[in-house]
């Protein structure tokens, strides 16, 4: 099956820093990214829809200036959590909308963010 | 409002036994309906995806099956494994108005196998 990689696995950062997540497609072109947070024993949270080429579309409640998102290629999408702070600290999952497969979304591993 | 409800929160049940999770919603308009597993600190897996026309769908082990009248599924696995323990999480599609789809995630039901 198709693979989507998210790296770092896992980060620890001092609270006010930047922090940059990359998900990649690995096997297949992704025309759109999606990016997902989630809380201990919560459900996945869609944060923002990445096209490639163009600005993201967030979802209500989300900080666009907070949460940057880039989607140069059709198999790299980029989340930047800047200034982090403490409650920023969550799992969070990239996922990628097959090309030729518009129902079929590929889920990477995720990162887990801990802001100190 | 589109919400989509798992049962049980969680089971425990015992390796090599069968177990059956539910998920009801109230999503419109209904495009299809996923079960995900994810295991602890992992991305979800897709298992199955059925369409309005679609009563059940399997995956090895996993049989799922949906009544688009009543607005059920449910995830039944087979002679269950260890590997099994994971969160099963019911994803419904409603189709937006542009022909976009939206996802809306169940809180997922938590599967404990024990040996």
């Known amino acids: 099956g198709a693979v989507v990689s998210q790296h770092p696995s896992r980060v620890i950062c001092k609270s006010g820093t930047s922090v940059k997540i990359e998900c990649r497609s690995l096997d297949f072109q992704a025309t759109t990214m999606f990016w997902y947070r989630q809380f201990p024993k919560q459900s996945l949270m869609l944060m923002a829809t990445?096209?490639?080429?163009?600005?993201?579309?967030?979802e209500q409640g989300v900080e666009k200036d907070k949460f940057l998102i880039n989607h140069a290629s059709l198999t790299l999408s980029t989340l930047t959590v800047t200034s982090a702070h403490p409650e920023d600290s969550s799992f969070y999952i990239c996922s990628a909308r097959d090309l030729g497969r518009a129902e079929t979304q590929y889920f990477g591993p995720g990162t887990r963010l801990l802001v100190l | 409002k589109n919400q989509v409800e798992q049962s049980p929160q969680s089971l425990i049940i015992l390796e090599g036994k069968n177990c059956t999770l539910q998920c009801n919603y109230t999503v419109s308009p209904f495009s299809n309906l996923r079960w995900y597993k994810q295991d602890t600190g992992r991305g979800p897996v897709s298992l199955t995806i059925?369409?309005?026309s679609e009563n059940t769908k399997s995956n090895g082990r996993y049989t799922a099956t949906l009544d688009a009248d009543t607005k059920q599924s449910s995830l039944h696995i087979t002679a269950s494994q260890l590997s099994d323990s994971a969160s099963y999480i019911c994803?419904?599609?409603?189709?937006?108005?542009?022909?976009?789809?939206?996802?809306?995630w169940g809180l997922g039901t938590s599967l404990a196998v024990n040996p």
């Open positions: 059925m369409t309005f």
């Open positions: 990445s096209n490639e080429g163009s600005k993201a579309t967030y």
């Open positions: 994803v419904v599609s409603l189709l937006n108005a542009g022909n976009n789809r939206k996802l809306i």
